[in-house]
């Protein structure tokens, strides 16, 4: 992608109504546009961090089983009557009228639309377990919306959704998912810890939610930075410097950002919607449900809170928008050969399948280029400039490293 | 994938509902589900096809310079004053307040937003043209929803956005974005005409309209056979049997669907949002824009409504859920050797990258089976049974043609 043709542009400012640090260096970055609080445009930059993470999500979902499927935002008021969640959710639910009068709202999340839907796929226990998730924009009118993508009103979802007949098929799936959860947050970049919270409106039960340690989240985690052991503070009566139960290590506590959660439901949705199984016997059993969510936006903002410094991103290679950012200065002595040059580069790197943002532009100094690449974070910066055409060779440096060095240009493709 | 593990079964009877022949072989096949009308969920067969709708777009898109983007559903009243379209499209726009009293809707499109974010982007004629689309879920409260999957009131949209310095760069993507759109629909096995027609709150200009003839559609094609000219009823003098102007054959009229349009906009909404870009004088003029849309999940609809018979659908096979329907019969003479084939089969065919949907199901009859892949319709049948072994191959039959022969089953992988 040549940086000139590239649709959103850097600002040199920090925008003014932002707090957060991945909200600021989203916007200034051009990878997101504010429309509302809570409500961000993913441009193209942020789209392609976006759909790699998506797919990162998919593979993992994929490989425990998943069957992925699409479901709608407008959703009937009768629906969610069934489970009493109508008002119970009433706060946090966009809920309106049609034209004709009828009551519909913005799926918050989809269990009810899921326990309904089933009723239709789930008749004997032959057709379980099933797991079926989407990748899927939700809605949530949040009171406080400050967190740039870690906190949003319009946001996409992995949800996913398990279907068993008794307990001991949900464990079992349970702990395939909670692998799945591990895998994704780890390839992203992200050490994540697994605590145990309250269901709130979904369940009764505990559920357990990953944590990322971060000044901006809006969550305290108890943890054992030696055995990994930890506990949401609102349930905990852990503190501080306490004794690990598990371990005998000293705990820690830390304000975490919650990048995924899973539930054990048990039978209330499938109870609410009629959605029974046959067992062997022919005898009729409510379907056993757990849900589990993961926000790709909310997980590509904590990636940029916990992967920053003071210039700007610094992206993991595996969802890095490019791997490489290219960046001509043109210089004054022989600004056509080494333009000549820049554009053989990157039609080699083209060539070769690397995913390259090339910055073409004209009229900047390199300080204005290199302070966009810092910015911008892509992991591997490449110049091509009068000096090192002297010293027959490119300069290579790694993001958030300080040596550059200069390299053939076919070093640094076997390199990559 | 194992049809005993799809979420999604196909149902014996017509959906009570429904008027529409899309929506009643897709309920019936188990490609979606209805939620309200106008409002339908992709099931893990609808979904597969929608991706590969998708792909096409996506595929055809990128190659006249497209570059992808994902805007939000939520919309600030006060964007939409700009342009006046606040009240003008109060019919059609969900209008709501959220818990603050803030006035907000949900995008039935994205010219503001668009115009909007652009103001970030583009300052200089160096900046244009820039071509940006996604494909997003939009919403329109249709008083009348009852042609399936064709008129929806919330459906995916690719909607792409140009933007120029005048009218003769917008003539020039213009005319490569019709040769995309005539590439897709072919692509997706559907004969589109082109028509001009009126703009409505959009532009004053004329706009392009692809036109599917069918009898689901509500719109009215006058078109010539022979050349392919085509006028939407609406604004053209042409009557069924008139002389086509181009070429002199007979003109014939057809109740049609639209699956696409383009738009010319002029600067309506570059005016309003103050989108101007400095020529090389320096002086600044507003950007000319243009718009294009399709959406993948009217041309899902319209697919279906073109390629069924009575017995149910037909896929093209660029965007069939499955290329190949696996079917085994174990009958009662020695149905594990049967079960045993079939599973080497779809061992074989997997390995091969071919995407099969592979009924293992037990308890129903031959008769059942092939009913189902009748009305699921994926392009290649093929059945393992007792008369197959005997006969030392398997039986091979194509969606819509009466002859089915045994062949072996490696000239069967061969010919794939």
New interface residues.
């Given amino acids: 992608m040549r940086q000139?043709?590239?649709?959103?542009?850097t600002?040199r400012e920090d925008p003014k109504d932002e707090v957060s640090i991945n909200a600021k260096l989203l916007e200034r970055g051009?990878f997101v546009?504010k429309?509302?609080a809570g409500?961000?445009?993913?441009?193209?930059l942020?789209?392609r961090v976006?759909r790699k993470i998506e797919s990162i999500i998919r593979e993992e979902i994929d490989a425990v089983?998943g069957?992925?499927?699409?479901?709608?935002?407008?959703?009937?008021r009768d629906?969610w009557e069934k489970t009493k969640r109508w008002d119970a959710l009433k706060?946090i639910m966009?809920q309106?009228k049609?034209?004709?009068g009828r009551e519909?709202g913005?799926a918050a999340t989809h269990e009810e639309?899921l326990a309904e839907?089933?009723t239709?796929?789930i008749f004997s226990y032959?057709d379980l377990p099933?797991f079926?998730y989407q990748i899927q924009?939700k809605?949530r009118?949040e009171?406080r919306a400050k967190s740039g993508l870690i906190r949003g009103?319009?946001f996409l979802m992995k949800d996913l959704y398990s279907f068993h007949r008794d307990e001991a098929s949900l464990n079992e799936f349970y702990e395939k998912a909670d692998g799945a959860y591990r895998s994704i947050f780890k390839r992203c970049g992200l050490t994540a810890y697994v605590t145990e919270a309250s269901g709130g409106t979904f369940t009764k039960q505990f559920t357990h939610e990953y944590q990322v340690l971060s000044d901006a989240g809006e969550d305290w985690t108890v943890y054992c930075g030696h055995c990994g052991y930890a506990q949401n503070k609102e349930i905990s009566s852990l503190k501080d410097d306490d004794t690990c139960p598990k371990c005998g290590d000293v705990m820690k506590m830390a304000r975490s950002i919650e990048v995924g959660n899973i539930f054990k439901l048990g039978t209330k949705f499938s109870e609410a919607f009629g959605l029974l199984y046959a067992d062997e016997k022919g005898e009729k059993r409510p379907v056993v449900m757990g849900s589990y969510g993961i926000g790709p936006g909310r997980l590509l903002g904590t990636i940029v809170e916990v992967h920053n410094d003071e210039r700007g991103i610094l992206w993991p290679e595996s969802i890095s928008p490019f791997r490489v950012h290219l960046i001509e200065i043109p210089g004054k002595m022989s600004p056509e050969t080494v333009k000549k040059e820049a554009e053989k580069m990157y039609g080699d790197l083209v060539a070769k399948g690397a995913e390259v943002l090339y910055d073409d532009r004209?009229g900047l100094s390199a300080g204005e280029k290199f302070a966009d690449a810092d910015l911008i974070g892509i992991p591997w910066r490449v110049v091509i400039s009068e000096k090192t055409l002297e010293k027959k060779g490119v300069e290579v440096k790694k993001r958030g490293e300080k040596a550059a060095i200069v390299m053939k240009e076919k070093d640094f493709l076997k390199m990559l």
Avoid: C, N
């Avoid at 000139?4 to 542009?9: A, T, V």
């Avoid at 409500?39 to 193209?44: A, K, R, S």
């Fill in positions: 000139s043709r590239l649709f959103g542009k600002l051009g546009y429309t509302m409500v961000y445009d993913y441009l193209p942020g789209f976006l089983g069957q992925e499927l699409f479901l709608t935002a407008l959703q009937p629906r706060d966009y309106f049609d034209k004709s519909m913005l639309a839907i089933s239709r796929s032959r099933l079926v924009t809605f009118d009171p009103r319009e004209v």
